[in-house]
Each structure stands twice: as C-alpha cells, then as structure tokens.
C-alpha cells in the first residue's frame, strides 16, 4: 500500500504525459490511438530500467505494475519497437512540457514556500502599508521629507514601501518593539534624544529665547489617509524661522491622545507642524489641544478627510490657514528631539507651544474612530536640555 501511495502520483503524471505522447506517436506509426492509450504504463514500466530520470520513481511502480498487469505481446511489439523514440519523445516531451521541471517546482515551492511565506507578510505590509507608500509614490518626487530626511510622522510617505516595514502602535509591531522591526529603525530602541517626551517645567531652562517668527498664509493642499494619520500636505510658502533659519511648512499631522505630555498633563490631541529648512533639517511646531469649542482648522481636514489608507483628497486653494490654529500665547519649549515614528530619526527641533487650543468632542470622536491611540509613548530626557522660552 505504502508503494501504491508513493508511486500513484508519479505514475500518474507519467502516464498522462505518455498517454498524450502515445496519441501523437500513433500518427506516426499508424496505430490507433486506443490501443496506445491502453499499453501506455506497460511500455513505459518496461523501459523504465533505460529511463533513469523516472527509474527510481518508476522503479517500484514498475515491478508492481508488472505484477498487477502481465503484458501482454502487442504490448511487447510495441515496446521493442518503439522504446528508443518513446523515450526521447518522452524525454523531449517532458522538457517541453516542463514535466522535469514541475518536480523541481514541487519540490522547490516546499523548499520556497517558508521563503514565500516568510516573505508574505512583508508584501502584504507593504501592501497594507503601500495605500500609502502608492499614494507616497505618486506624488510629486519633490516632496522634501519624502527624499531627504523621512516624513516625520508618515514615514510610510517617506520611505520606499518596499524597505519599509509594518509598524503600528499596538500589538507586536508597536512602539516598544520599532527598534527590532528593522536595521534603520535601531534609533528609536538606542537612540539617545527620542521623542516624545513629557515636559516638566520644574526641570526645564527657564529664560529669555527669541520669538517664534511664523510666517503662514492661506494655502491649498491635500488630505491624506497614510494608515497612521491624517496628514495634510502643503504648497505654498509657509514658513518659521527660528534659531536664524527659516523653515518652510511641509505638512501637518494628527496625534490621539497628545504625545507630549506637559506637567503630568496629558491632552486629547496635538497637531504637529512639520517644517524643513534648506538643508533638510526638521523643526516641528506642536499644537496641543483641549476638548471645548471647536476648531476651524480641524473642521476643515476632517470635512476632507479621506477614510481608506492612501487616500488623498485635494483642498480647496487658500482653504487652509494655520495662523488660526495658533494660539495668542506663543511661548514654547525647545529641545532637540526625534521623529515620533519610526524610523526615530534624531537631530529633530522640537517647538511645543504652551497654551493648548481646543477641538470638539465631536471632532476629537471622528478622528478617535479612525484612530483609536496614534501617540508614541514619552520617551527619557536623558539629561537633555528643555528651554522654556519667555
Ligand atoms: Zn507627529
């Protein structure tokens, strides 16, 4: 029985491919195909022995088949007379029809499979990932923080989808486990000025620092679903300049809850201004928000706000204007920091504003439904130095 079971599948693959050889051959030798067809394993078991690429397949199928079928001399004639052409028709048959091949695929989609399927998931976060990483290749070549320093905070946008793996912020791909996930993400498990991180006044450097001089103006752009946010991204010329260099505003981003953290304070939501200057450097301006009135700015993304991952949905010109969301009080803590995502990318210049604005309720539900929990944990300070500017 153990044999029968082996060698079924073998003899039966051998015997379609003979059976079609054996059609073809009757052309040739003027016989009916019938016959042929009905001699088929006989003639093959027989030649089995010369065969030595289906011998050992065929071997025990040979002595069985003998055994179970006692040729018959037609069957004999045929085989002396035709083994030789049988067997480089079989063999030429084969290469053909990819038969020496296929057990090569068997056997190397058993070798592969664990490959494939090691390999599944990383496609498949890339597809899971790649709404954005498509929609990221689709835009604009120019974007900078797609090219140069990564996206801070949709890094999907600023990485190849393809070298990019599937993060999240829950389960086993979440925060504590970025720095594993892949070589270029180490800096979010080693780094030493990660973000973000919880302010305490009592340990901040307290004293006089230069104004925040924010230039923005109204601008047009477009709404996008990476899969890890709502980001809006901007044209325009946007702009803060701080420390003597300007920054121009790429896009702006979401977080719930805040991912600062201010005097033990937590808040609902924090919307971080991502600016780059000339030589590619980050400075980010993060808005806190409070649960209360409404904002303008949120109720114009969320109006927008597509729903799939990688989606993108284009603004009206002139729709967004930031200096809105601005609050009156633009006193700010400076530090130098990370990129909240990975891949934690330091040398960041973190501007966190003091006076939180506010967002509905409603408006702090919608996002929450899209996005139950999008903040990194606050990460150790380190020693790092915190001005609280004046
Ligand atoms: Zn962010």
């Known amino acids: 029985m153990n044999h029968l079971c082996l060698e079924s599948p073998v003899r039966r693959l051998l015997q379609n491919t ?8 009757s052309l040739w030798y003027g016989l009916p195909a019938r016959a042929n067809t009905a001699t088929l ?16 397949a065929s071997g025990a199928a040979s002595a069985a088949g003998n055994g179970e079928k006692p040729e018959a001399a037609p069957v004999i004639s045929i085989r002396s007379a035709v083994a030789k052409q049988l067997r480089e028709a079989i063999e030429q048959s084969n290469a053909a029809s990819g038969i020496k091949k296929k057990p090569t695929v068997l056997v190397g989609s058993s070798d592969k499979a664990p490959a494939a399927s090691a390999h599944a998931p990383a496609p498949a976060a890339a597809a899971r990932g790649h709404g954005v990483p498509a929609e990221a290749k689709s835009k604009p070549s120019g974007h900078p923080l797609s090219s140069k320093t990564g996206n801070p905070h949709a890094p999907a946008v600023a990485h190849d989808p393809h070298d990019a ?23 979010c498990a080693i780094g030493k ?11 901040a450097l307290l004293g006089p620092a230069e104004p925040l001089q ?48 201010l ?18 450097q980050l400075a980010v301006l993060a808005v806190l928000f409070d649960p209360g009135d409404a904002s303008p700015m949120v109720q114009k993304v969320w109006t927008h706000m597509p729903l799939d991952v990688g989606d993108r ?28 995502t990975p891949p934690c990318t330091e ?27 999008n903040a990194r944990p606050t990460q150790p300070t380190l020693g790092r130095v915190v001005r609280e500017a004046q």
């Open 313 to 340: 949905v284009g603004l009206p010109d002139g729709l967004i204007d930031l200096n809105e969301t601005l609050p009156k009080d633009m006193r700010y803590y400076q530090f130098m920091g990370s990129l909240t």
């Open 41 to 56: 394993a006989n003639p093959l078991h027989g030649s089995s022995a010369p065969m030595q690429p289906v011998a050992t």
């Open 165 to 187: 793996p599937h993060w999240s912020y829950e389960g086993e791909t979440g925060p504590q486990a970025w720095g594993q996930l892949q070589p270029s993400f180490n800096l």
């Open 347 to 373: 040398g960041v210049l973190w501007l966190v504003l003091r006076q939180p604005m506010t967002l509905s309720r409603e408006q702090l539900k919608l996002f929450a439904q899209l996005f139950p929990n």
């Open 18 to 25: 003979i059976a079609g050889l054996l059609a073809a051959l």
């Open 193 to 203: 000025r990660q973000s973000p991180i919880h302010i305490e006044d009592s340990e």
């Open 214 to 261: 924010v230039n923005y103006l109204p601008s047009k752009g477009s709404v996008v679903n990476n899969g890890h946010t709502i980001q809006v991204d901007l044209e325009g010329s946007n702009t803060l300049t701080v420390r003597g260099s300007t920054y121009k505003l790429v896009q702006f981003h979401f977080h719930h809850p805040a991912e600062e953290k």
């Open 263 to 280: 005097n033990y304070k937590g808040f609902a939501m924090v919307a971080h201004l991502v600016h780059q200057n000339a030589k590619g």
